[in-house]
């Protein structure tokens, strides 16, 4: 079975400080897309980073940037200069790169930022 | 770019009658779109994919016949909850695929109380 594992139900960072959100995932696939989202109280879904599993280079995106493990099948998010706007839930997924395929989404990271 | 749109944003209803969910894709054609049902603090668990002209493809457990969805054109999916009942009280949101990429840009969400 396909399936993203978040093992950090919930977090917290001082502001101005990097804290790091883990996620592993377990597909047979060799070739799909990563993603964060990032769910504010708003509950707007907003896409915080991608990575493209066949490039090993880790993708950044200002303050946000991944730890891509291919062989650990590990996708960690680092925010840097944390933010009280970065408070959210934050989510895992993963889409193999086969078009029709499923999104399959972690179970949430909530994150705090304290003042 | 890349807006998606949901109507309504609230609905009410009473327990027995139906709720249309409206699901637009702004500025872009969109082939693709799934729904989800999100419970609160949890994360996203995915109803059906709608594809354009063709009939929905449902996930197991979700019932085809209550959850009715409509993908009439290449910019609006329809979600309609029929005969509903409180434990159909939920957050629905949809997202929508440009074409043939990897990546699904999400509407607002709508969150149905049914009493």
């Known amino acids: 079975a396909q399936t993203v594992t978040q093992s950090q139900p919930e977090m917290s960072v001082q502001e101005a400080e990097t804290v790091t959100l883990s996620c592993t995932y377990d597909?047979?696939?060799?070739?799909?897309?990563l993603f964060w989202y990032k769910q504010p109280p708003s509950r707007q879904m907003i896409l915080v980073i991608r990575q493209e599993a066949y490039k090993q280079q880790n993708a950044t995106e200002n303050r946000f940037s991944v730890n891509f493990q291919k062989a650990a099948k590990s996708f960690s998010l680092k925010i840097s200069d944390s933010q009280l706007g970065d408070a959210a839930m934050y989510f895992c997924?993963?889409?193999?790169?086969?078009?029709?395929?499923?999104?399959?989404f972690g179970p949430g990271t909530r994150l705090s930022v304290l003042p | 770019g890349a807006v998606v749109s949901q109507h309504p944003s609230w609905v009410i209803c009473k327990s027995g009658t139906s709720v249309k969910i409206e699901c637009r894709s702004l500025d872009f054609q969109a082939t693709t779109m799934f729904w989800y049902r999100q419970f609160p603090k949890q994360s996203l668990m995915l109803m059906a994919t709608?594809?354009?002209?063709?009939?929905?493809?449902?996930e197991q457990g979700v019932e085809k016949d209550k959850f009715l969805i409509n993908h009439a054109s290449l910019t609006l999916s329809t979600l309609t909850v029929t005969s509903a009942h409180p434990e159909d009280s939920s957050f629905y949101i949809c997202s929508a695929l440009p074409g043939q990429t990897y990546e699904q840009y999400f509407g607002p969400g709508t969150r149905l109380t049914v009493t």
């Open positions: 597909t047979s696939e060799s070739d799909y897309y």
């Open positions: 997924a993963y889409r193999i790169l086969n078009y029709g395929q499923n999104f399959v």
């Open positions: 709608s594809n354009e002209g063709s009939k929905a493809t449902y």
